[in-house]
């Protein structure tokens, strides 16, 4: 009997029907979507520009030396052939071992990489092609998703129709990411070893091929021994592949590979990180590669670092800021450690500054009329029920204004400030560029205000400079990585702050106080100008000075307050400014100070009295108005300003001044400096010099003062 037919098995048919059509319709899709990435991928010129990675910023030192490097990090870009062949085949042993033989993407890693998912439970080993890395560091993100994944592969294969396997290469060498900032093997090459990639070893190519699986992980600035062992598994793989023999591979220690020294960063930072917004103001923005040339001198910086971590106290916060006469900032140091706090106490903190404020009081003495050699009395004096006292606790009578000045009397800086006005050296504080809020109270002149280090110094060198405003600066030129100069400082125009007599009377008070008062322990062996001051408690330890055309101020204190013992701004402060001192002018000629410029013999009313007149010509000046602005000949006369007895000259009747202009008068700045005395209700000074008036050079020095808990040394 013949077998009975069964019924065909339709549904089984029509699954398969479907798969086909659906993996037909994939493929069509596919074939589609690769041809339109084809079509749209860039040119091989343009993926070898790498602006799209971010804007590379160079900041260098005064010589050169780069100080940081933000942003990506690009090397010279190199061509197949420039690439060394122990690279070319690390990479492709350790990252793709079947690069040469796959459409851009690989089914046999993709399943491997399935397997290992399937045994393990996690996705530990990427099945990810050369191409496909590529792809994704150029086009795409590092997410974890079907979706991206599915892109990456349609990417990997239109770059495959699009570029050869060698070009594939070239771009992925010169693109991938290395660690450190690093883009490309000559960037992470200079950046590890200090060379070219041109030259690379088979054991540094070996370390910079293990680097692309953990960048942060296997970088030698991060983990040195893990870089190493790292590349003992690229070696291996080198091995199994063919790519080298294993007597090669044997010879080739990875503990002997020289790794270059990573610069160290630290307090470096509080200035970059000061400089670097200021290009804003300076460059229009853009996002090619600059490298920033800065004022700072690496020498001074190491000085500075040096002199704040041996000298400041235990539990205490040190600060540092130097200047250059032009206003250069030459070293800055804003903490103890930048790494620990990153927060700028030379830049951004703002402290009392103790009797370093009394640079103010005694500027507006002097250029109230107030000589170094006058006298004024030391004795108790209450203002506003407010009553100052000395550190000492004593009074001594009848003192110089210089031996007040440099043994930081109290009493004499409370007496100039009720004399002449609490609120005109609040108005001296600003000229000299304290931006802060100043108090007007009665004790604001012993620094009750708060300030910032950087205006104190500021303040100090405009002192230094003859009386003329100094601007701090930290950019000197900003250039293309091409050499276009993008930005170049100029120094601007002088802006005379007090007149230069009465600088010069100020650098002889500073001076004294180095020499005889508070601040001895910050000679150096050469001329030296400073002030110290401490705040009530011992809350703040300040020490400011200049000399041979560095002004450099030192803070000392903690960020809570809270009092220090022992810190006064004539011990730790005047050391540490010692100590960097000692080696910021080492190589600088000895510069005596200059402490007498005479004084024009006129009297004139305020309003007569005018800075920036027209220059002198064989000893006679030309007639100028009400505004002093030069008049067309001699406003009728045809006679010249200066000659006794014609229209227009100086007489000396009390209305002006017969004679020459000092010429170190007429060549500064152009605006007005009172020099008239105040009204006074009762003698402030007293103009013969006191039978104990102390010799500036060869004084016997008096005891070290004490720390008070109600007032500034």
């Keep these: 009997m013949p077998p009975i037919p069964t019924a065909p098995r339709r549904p089984f048919v029509t699954a398969a029907k479907v798969l086909a059509y659906t993996g037909l319709v994939t493929l069509l899709a596919l074939i589609v979507a690769v041809a339109v990435a084809v079509a749209s991928l860039p040119s091989y010129g343009d993926l070898s520009k790498r602006a799209d990675l971010g804007q590379m910023i160079r900041v260098r030192s005064s010589n050169g030396t780069v100080l940081v490097s933000l942003g990506p990090s690009f090397g010279q870009w190199l061509r197949y052939d420039q690439i060394p062949p122990q690279m070319r085949a690390a990479m492709i042993a350790v990252e793709d071992k079947r690069f040469r033989n796959h459409i851009g993407v690989d089914p046999i890693g993709v399943a491997r990489s399935i397997k290992v998912r399937f045994d393990t439970g996690r996705w530990s080993q990427g099945g990810s092609t050369i191409t496909q890395q590529l792809a994704r560091n150029i086009f795409l993100t590092n997410s974890r998703t079907f979706g991206r994944k599915v892109k990456e592969a349609i990417l990997a294969l239109a770059i495959e129709r699009k570029f050869s396997k060698d070009q594939i290469l070239e771009l992925y060498l010169n693109r991938v990411y290395f660690g450190g900032g690093a883009y490309g093997i000559d960037a992470a090459s200079r950046r590890f070893f200090g060379h070219s990639a041109d030259s690379l070893s088979l054991g540094e190519a070996a370390i910079i091929a293990g680097l692309v699986k953990a960048p942060s992980n296997y970088s030698p600035t991060a983990d040195a021994e893990a870089a190493r062992q790292r590349s003992g598994v690229v070696l291996q793989s080198m091995v199994q592949n063919g790519f080298v023999s294993a007597a090669a591979a044997a010879s080739v220690d990875p503990a002997t590979i020289r790794l270059q020294p990573t610069s160290k960063q630290n307090s470096v930072r509080y200035f970059t990180d000061w400089a670097l917004p200021q290009l804003e103001t300076l460059i229009d923005e853009s996002s090619e590669p600059i490298d920033v040339w800065t004022t700072l001198d690496t020498n001074m910086q190491a000085a500075a670092d040096q002199a704040i971590a041996a000298n400041a106290p235990a539990g205490a916060q040190g600060a540092l800021v130097a200047l250059d006469r032009d206003g250069a900032v030459r070293a800055m140091v804003g903490g103890r450690d930048y790494v620990d706090s990153l927060y700028n106490r030379a830049t951004q903190a703002e402290r009392q500054p103790g009797s370093a404020f009394k640079l103010f009081v005694y500027l507006s003495a002097l ?89 104190m110094t500021r303040a100090f060198a405009s002192v230094a400079n003859h009386g003329v405003a100094v601007s701090p600066y930290a950019i000197r030129k900003v250039v293309t990585a091409d050499g276009r100069q993008l930005y170049q ?203 104990r008036q102390p010799e500036l050079r060869s004084a016997p020095a008096p005891d070290p003062l004490q720390p008070r808990p109600d007032g500034a040394q």
């Design 489 to 691: 400082h100029e120094a601007t125009e002088e802006r005379v702050l007090v007149a230069p007599w009465v600088a010069a009377e100020m650098t002889d008070l500073l001076q004294s106080a180095v020499l005889t008062g508070t601040g001895r322990a910050a000679q150096i062996g050469r001329p030296v100008a400073g002030k110290t001051g401490t705040t009530s408690s011992n809350k703040d330890g300040w020490f400011i000075g200049f000399s041979s055309g560095i002004t450099a101020g030192v803070w000392m204190g903690r960020d809570d307050a809270r009092p220090i013992a022992g810190l006064q701004g004539g011990t730790a402060p005047a050391r540490a400014f010692h100590d960097f001192m000692i080696s910021a002018v080492a190589r600088r000629p000895v510069e005596q100070f200059e402490t007498e410029v005479p004084v024009p013999d006129w009297q004139l009313e305020p309003d007569e009295e005018t800075w920036g007149l027209p220059p002198v010509e064989n000893g006679v000046a030309p007639l100028v108005d009400a505004d002093g602005n030069p008049l067309p000949g001699d406003a009728g006369t045809g006679q010249p300003l200066g000659q006794p007895g014609q229209p227009g000259a100086i007489r000396p009747d009390g209305t002006g001044v017969e004679g020459q202009w000092p010429e170190e008068i007429l060549k500064r700045g152009s605006e007005r400096a009172p020099r008239q005395p105040p009204p006074q209700t009762a003698p402030l000074v007293t103009r013969s010099p006191p039978p």
């Design 367 to 455: 250029e109230s009329g107030m000589k170094p050699t006058d006298t004024i009395v030391d004795e108790p004096i209450t203002i506003d029920g407010w009553s100052p006292r000395n550190s000492t606790r004593t009074n001594v009578g009848p003192v110089t204004l210089r031996e007040a000045f440099s043994r930081s009397i109290n009493t004499v800086s409370a007496k100039i400030g009720a004399q002449l006005g609490f609120a005109t050296i609040a108005d001296m504080a600003r000229r000299f560029g304290i931006s802060g809020k100043i108090s007007t109270f009665p004790s604001m002149v012993l620094g009750t205000s708060d300030v910032r280090l950087v205006d």
